[in-house]
């Protein structure tokens, strides 16, 4: 085929791509919104009745059913959703995230193109785009349907990763207003300093401290304070560590719907002490531990190979080669997954934030052919697809499910895809540098 006909082809592809994607989100989007308007209430009912205390003067922690967990800007920016209905404001607010969510999957879609996507066509985005969609679609239908919060750090994270190569100030702000929202965020923060990011990990603090301070200009300075050490005692006490002053009413470590590596570790603590029995903080401690230095002892392997550091290196030069910049990709990578794997609560809806790991695998399994079979990756993005909904639930499947939750198993299934993904996105970054340097020695 000439190089014109490729390129109409490559078009051809693309618009059906995107008129494909763009109904998959349509229908993600109004079913959740169609529940709200019908009257259900999800996760959504204790923002909006944050939002009412917020507006009425009253205690944010002690609204509605007591179910605020959150910082108090997030009830703030909730207050104009209060003035309207409650069946209205979750379905203003669907499809407020639902956007966030669609944008975010393009945006970053994009940016790992740019990193690890060789020599692209034009239709390699919206593809990508649309089978990262379908492995995640459970999550984030899952997630709207609940009207949570986590379409504004998806957003946030991707917009940093944009735009961290020049515009390093914007990426630090976008995160710290990221994690007034939620504090999943706070894990870029140690990053930016290993990579001797100074001027990102510093707009991130200013942005995280200066959002916490301005709710002040709506409940005043003492109550405001009062507020954060509510959260942040609710953080504590969910860790096992007890306070003497009020708490947000957080589950514990142990709760059975999280599926975090942590949690799994101390149901097992809690099995092992038996019934009235102290669980034991080591076995806990010590399984996420051992877990979580293999995890970085295998990157540390996967990143020396290409001659990339992984516990310091100076970030500026992270855009000098293609290894390089595909390094930057699968850091970002494995931060989200390792914020879910080894949070102290992690339920199956934040599994929505897999739509970054997913977006860079698709990416790679239809990039251009490097001389490499992508078979295992294909197997890996699907496989991580089917254990975010596989054991189904209801009926007889319940205790599977149960047992799979209890296990973390999710968990462990996507720490497979990650470092699967890592491989791959290092071995073609490096065969687009030989690429290169052959064109350069052929001109």
């Given amino acids: 085929m000439s190089d014109l006909g490729a390129e109409r082809a490559a078009r051809r592809k693309a618009r059906v791509a995107w008129a494909v994607f763009a109904l998959l989100w349509l229908g993600l989007i109004a079913g959740p919104a169609a529940r709200f308007v019908r009257g259900a209430e999800g996760d959504f009912i204790h923002f909006y009745e944050a939002g009412r205390a917020v507006l009425e003067g009253t205690d944010l922690y002690a609204s509605g059913r007591g179910g605020y967990i ?173 306070t003497d002053r009020p708490a947000a009413s957080i589950f514990p470590l142990t709760w059975e719907r999280s599926v975090s590596l942590p949690s799994t570790f101390g149901r097992l603590a809690e099995r092992l002490a038996g019934e009235g029995g102290e669980p034991s903080f080591l076995i806990v401690a010590g399984g996420s531990g051992v877990v979580a230095i293999a995890c970085l002892l295998l990157g540390w392997w996967m990143f020396a190979r290409r001659g990339l550091g992984v516990l310091w290196r100076n970030g500026r030069q ?84 149960y047992d799979w939750r209890g296990v973390g198993g999710a968990s462990w299934v996507w720490l497979v895809v990650l470092f699967t993904t890592i491989w791959y996105a290092l071995d073609a970054a490096r065969a687009d540098e030989r690429g290169a340097r052959a064109d350069g020695s052929n001109a």
């Fill in 70 to 242: 959150y910082p108090p800007a997030p009830a703030v920016l909730m207050a104009p959703l209060a003035l309207v209905s409650m069946g209205a404001a979750g379905a203003i607010w669907v499809v407020i995230g639902g956007l966030m969510l669609c944008a975010s999957v393009v945006l970053v879609t994009r940016e790992c193109v740019r990193r690890v996507g060789g020599a692209a066509d034009g239709a390699l985005v919206p593809i990508a785009s649309l089978l990262a969609t379908i492995a995640i679609a459970d999550k984030v239908r899952g997630d709207l349907r609940l009207g949570q919060t986590d379409p504004v750090v998806l957003l946030a994270i991707v917009l940093a990763l944009v735009w961290a190569a020049k515009r390093p100030l914007l990426a630090g702000v976008a995160l710290g207003v990221g994690g007034l929202v939620k504090y999943q965020t706070i894990v870029f923060l140690p990053y930016f300093l290993l990579r001797n990011r100074w001027r990102e990990a510093g707009a991130m603090l200013a942005a995280a401290v200066v959002g916490s301070l301005l709710p002040a200009l709506v409940f005043g300075w003492g109550r405001n304070l009062e507020y954060l050490a509510t959260g942040f005692a609710g953080l504590a006490e969910m860790l096992g560590v007890r």
């Fill in 318 to 401: 992270d855009e000098s080669t293609p290894t390089r910049r595909a390094g930057v990709a699968c850091e970002w990578t494995g931060l989200i997954v390792a914020v879910l794997v080894f949070s102290p609560q992690t339920t199956m809806r934040h599994m929505v934030l897999l739509l970054i790991p997913a977006v860079l695998a698709s990416v790679l399994l239809l990039r251009v052919n490097w001389g490499r079979a992508r078979w295992p990756l294909g197997v890996a993005i699907a496989i991580g697809a089917l254990a975010l909904v596989l054991p189904p639930g209801g009926g007889r499947w319940d205790p599977l499910a």
